[in-house]
């Protein structure tokens, strides 16, 4: 059986239309959930870009893989599970945005972007060797993972194809084709947009909000040709930078549609709860034009597979490296236990498995094993993840897991999200920020799933609090986390 693993960057289960459709379509994406197994309980164990992609290499929880936050550097020397397919007679491809420094191990052929790479005419290293493409950066992804099973790999062997997307990560740049889309909608604001984050030290602290901290020039690309329009001096000189990179065919298509915009914006003098929701229908407009480019090269991969009879023996993952803040709480930006970035989309396409859906707890910790299991390699003991291949098969699991960890690292620093851990059962979420601020945080997920009502400490809380204490430390003991709850917290 191959493996065709497509992830996405920061891309928001509210933005498949097979989790939520109240925004945007994307029938190539949804047709792995009808076809296959859409995961409705899918979550990560450390919401940030890289560590998130260490765990889904590794299988293990960010302090066991030692990737815990962005400034690190990923010890390819390590185990992981394309190195372990290899071994077992695999072709092994990674294809696009790497983000763990060091360069991949494990592959057969690997062409990757520098760092977050860019949307327009984007640098990446093939192979060790640097070579810029033009065009645009989610096309140039799915045409290289194409042209990799059409021509590069070894058609003897069963093949493992990683292919992650750039997009839609900040800034949410969309394909020149794409910039008229949506011209005319207008997104309701979320419930939770003005959260006055009361009860909740850490929400209070972030540096995330699209009021205070969407950028202006760089965020929303109202970069004017007169210069009048300044915001962040260090975001504004990258926007400025992103719109050079462009080339000129792709410039004048860039400014027939952001001239108009950028005009009414100044001539408008928007202040105030105005400026506010005028940026989050911005942001949404762009974020969901790139989510369309997204969505027909997934429908360009699927279709290769199609038409080269890759359909019968090909698994197809679609997910994402954590959920993301669609104006949720005020936010962009991911990091919180909070759902929405806890979450992450996870649809399967198994030939011959389950057609439905899965209310499971899973966790990026559990592709690995999956993986492995599939290609019939022994799962070795250390991976902490667990296979969800009995799930995809439609097999009766008698004793699935009750709760899934979190451990959130990367503090102080970009977007100031306070570091904490906690547990997440299927009703029950219990947080502990830690390090600068000492706050526990309870939510009944049934009846608050938006985060807003901090239980922690009221009266009646108190059996169901230390239960999940028990249960949050167990999983500590189990994981092996060196920083765990303290016996004065218990
Ligand atoms: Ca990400």
Redesign the pocket.
Known sequence: MNILYIMS??HSYQTISAYDDRFIQTPNIDWIAQHGVKFSESFVANS??GP?RACMLTGKHSHANGFTDNSRTFDGSQQTFPKLLQQAGYQTAMIGKWHLISQPTGFDYWDILIGQGDYYNPNFVCNGQRVRREGYVTNIIADLAIDWMDHKRDKNKPFCLLMHNKAP?RVWSPDTCDLDLFNDQTYPLPATFYDDYSGRQAAAKQQMSISKDMDLVYDLKMADKENQIHSDPDLEAIGRANYKRMNAEQRARWDKHYEPIIRRFKEAGLTGRQLDEWKYQRYMHDYLRVIRSVDRNVGRVIDYLRTHGLLENTLIVYTS??GFYMGEHGWFD?RFMYEESFRTPLLMYLPGGKHGVVDKLVQNIDYAPTFLQLAGVPVPADIQGTSLLPLLRGQRVKHWRKALYYHYYEYPAEHSVCRHYGIRTQRYSLMHFYNDVNQWELYDIRKDPENMHNLYGLPGMEKITAKLKKQLLNLQLQYDDPIRLTPAAQ
């Open positions: 960057d920061d940030l870009s998130s990560h490296d954590q991911k």
